[in-house]
């Protein structure tokens, strides 16, 4: 199983939110690059970004930043964050991300998921994000009255090479992931799932480990915050 240390960027910091809150967030003195140094010097392989200035502009805002962390690391990068049209998709595959992830612009209009998956084959993921088993778009501002599931269904035969999948009650809480929902999830998934959202320790991972169809798992805050130590975590690296 992949794991996927987590940097957000917001005003080229490395921040973590609460529930997604941009009200509630927590600066870290490190730079992304300096986090993407320290995670690369532990042997992870795997990195999640979300340019969060992205989530809120629907620009490729901190795409240089990105850019030099691909170009100076050998990390296979997955990027999110306010990508909304084929362009932006281009500029990350041209600084070399494995994988670009479509979210609240995949879920207002599935035809731009459909041709995105044709135009950029095995280049991308989908980011469902959900409360209460419906989906949020939108920097999780708004609720879009879709259950989780249901939307899935219809766009499951798309050609989407991997799903993340992000419960937003546990997100930045370090309650542990909703492993109940994200085997639901991946049961109906025919992409492999991403675990996100609540990672408090290293017994999540192996719990983790034991669900069907899941390729990896995000972990973020609880690395920022100390409560699971770097060289504990890079033994469960598995890919």
């Known amino acids: 199983m992949k794991i996927f240390p987590a940097i957000d960027i917001k005003d080229k910091k490395c921040v973590r939110l609460i529930k997604g809150d941009f009200n509630n967030k927590t600066e870290y003195e ?15 392989n795997n990195l999640h970004i979300v340019d969060l200035d992205g989530a809120l502009t629907g620009e490729t805002v901190n795409l240089s930043i990105i850019q030099e962390i ?11 964050g306010g990508i909304r049209n084929f362009e932006s998709i281009q500029k990350y595959i041209d600084a070399g991300v494995e994988k670009v992830i479509l979210g609240s612009a995949a879920i207002k209009d599935k035809n731009f998921l459909k041709e995105a998956c044709q135009k950029f084959q095995n280049k991308i993921a989908l980011g469902l994000d959900a409360k209460g088993g419906y989906l949020s778009v939108s920097g999780w501002k708004e609720n879009s009255n879709q259950l989780t599931l249901d939307y899935l269904k219809e766009v499951n035969d798309y050609g989407i090479c991997r ?24 049961e109906v998934s025919n992409c492999p799932v991403i675990i996100s959202g609540g990672v408090s320790s290293i017994e999540d991972i192996k719990k983790a ?16 915050d100390g409560d699971i130590n770097l060289e504990e975590l890079a033994k469960e690296i598995d890919a």
């Open 30 to 44: 490190m730079s992304p690059v300096e986090q993407a140094q320290k995670y690369k010097d532990h042997g992870f």
């Open 70 to 80: 691909v170009g100076k690391f050998d990390l296979k990068v997955e990027i999110g």
């Open 163 to 186: 799903l993340i999948y992000t419960d937003i009650n546990r997100d930045g809480t370090k309650q542990s992931p909703n492993f109940e929902e994200t085997s639901k999830v991946s």
């Open 209 to 224: 480990k034991k669900l069907k169809n899941i390729e990896g798992i995000i972990v973020g805050k609880a690395i920022y």
